[in-house]
């Protein structure tokens, strides 16, 4: 990322990371099914089926299942298990308190979507709680070391605000042109590791040390791409797939509406006019002339488009992970392990993404606590946070295999075992 100063932060982050940016709208328009169809022509309709928002919830739906904090004593002192008790409690008040399983999978959407996800974990000082949020990514800025992408130096959140709330929020009334209030105004947060940073409208309205002592973002990849800091989308391998299919099935339309809307061909006929194609209609052509009914569904010509389809459809799932078997569609009485084989696409592409989210979800509930302990006065340093996991499949006693599953960190000899944090009672 480029060297900026204070003052021209806010006029920087316009002219970063277009690229991105663009990326994200694009992806986007994919999964609203803006795009993903081909282009119309005049009095003829094209057909999108939108098959990335299906891709996308579908993979959410696998690998967001029964997830729960877990805190693990670092050591077998007698603070370091009273401090993992206290822990366990928070982290069960703060996941139940911002209804973290609901975000999970708000969050994780838009992670599969856009190609990265985020978290920011922050104090209120009116309710006295940690409040984890998930910002919107396309207003994220990073900034990390230049040997280790994974190590972040600087982050600028980027937002807007109706004016009253950022009255209410800075103490001041943003600044307009002419003396009027704009109905919104522009925020961009920095935050590093020891200062926080403010402007509002392009102006820096405050800058104060850190409250926390670290920057309480926790932003990960859907996927990784090598040695690189923002991710891929789940929506980036299948693109070409989706117009093509989307394409296909348009073709297909036609053709099946052309077939119920006969067009009468004469041949030898210099002029015709007032050739009704109907029940009983009589045509008075010339001795020589012919006249017949266009079919274009004679010869088998349909199915060759109908296999082209099922082509492109196989092709789809082949390059989403995600065989046809992960919706519904069993073409045989397969279970148990031969299941498992069919899904087994699926099931390593759940596990790799369940790697990468323990890692940030493992960050997430650390933030919480180093943020409540700044607060509060507690502490929680002999203490590690874990993440288990519920299983990809509802039980099933012929899967002699269990699903691929991300293994729990290793703990130390005399340490004992990971607290499973409980979900809070109704």
């Known amino acids: ?48 089926f939108n098959y990335a928002r299906a891709i996308v919830e579908k993979g959410v739906s696998y690998l967001v299942t029964d997830h729960h904090p877990a805190v693990a004593p670092a050591g077998a002192t007698a ?34 979507v856009l190609g990265d996800g985020a978290f920011k974990v922050t104090w209120d000082d009116i309710e006295e709680r940690v ?87 926790v932003i990960y990849p859907n996927l990784p791409r090598p040695k690189q800091f923002w991710g891929i989308s789940d929506i980036e391998p299948i693109r070409g797939t989706l117009e093509e299919l989307n394409r296909a099935y348009t073709q297909l339309s036609r053709i099946l509406e052309l077939s119920g809307n006969p067009i009468a061909v004469l041949e030898n006929v210099e002029e015709a006019r007032d050739i009704a194609v109907q029940p009983g209609a009589v045509w008075e052509v010339p001795e020589q002339a012919r006249a017949y009914l266009l079919d274009l569904l004679q ?29 519904g569609d069993a073409r045989s009485d397969a279970s148990g ?14 596990a790799r993404k369940r790697l990468i989210r323990t890692a940030a979800f493992r960050r997430r509930d650390r933030l919480i606590l180093d943020v409540a302990a700044a607060h509060t006065g507690r502490a929680f340093d002999r203490v590690r946070t874990e ?23 290793t703990p130390s000899a005399e340490a004992p075992p990971p607290v499973e944090v409980p979900p809070a009672a109704a």
């Open 1 to 48: 990322m480029p060297a900026t100063t204070e003052v021209s932060l806010p006029r920087a982050i316009d002219r970063m990371d277009a690229e991105r940016l663009r990326r994200y709208r694009e992806y986007l328009d994919y999964h609203e099914g803006r795009r993903g169809a081909p282009p119309p022509r005049a009095r003829e309709r094209s057909l999108t």
């Open 79 to 112: 603070e370091a298990r009273a401090q993992t008790a206290e822990a366990t409690r928070l982290l069960a008040e703060t996941w139940e308190a911002n209804d973290l399983a609901r975000l999970d999978v708000e969050t994780e959407i838009d992670t599969a």
């Open 131 to 217: 409040v984890v949020t998930a910002p919107d990514v396309q207003g994220l800025f990073v900034w990390w070391h230049p040997d280790d992408v994974h190590r972040l130096r600087r982050v600028a959140s980027r937002y807007t605000l109706e004016a009253e709330d950022a009255a209410e929020r800075l103490g001041r009334a943003p600044r307009g042109t002419a003396g009027r209030r704009p109905p919104r105004v522009d925020i961009v947060e920095a935050w590093t590791a020891a200062r926080f940073d403010l402007w509002m409208q392009g102006e820096l309205v405050e800058s104060r040390p850190n409250p926390y002592g670290a920057i309480p973002f």
């Open 299 to 327: 010869g088998g010509g349909v199915r060759l488009h109908v296999e082209y389809v099922d082509l492109v459809y196989r092709a789809l799932h082949d390059l989403a992970e995600t065989p046809r078997i992960a919706f």
């Open 337 to 350: 392990v031969a299941l498992q084989v069919e899904l087994d696409p699926l099931l390593r592409r759940v």
């Open 387 to 409: 993440v288990t996991w519920g299983p990809v499949f509802t039980h099933d006693p012929g899967m002699r295999v269990a699903p691929p599953a991300t293994p729990p960190a």
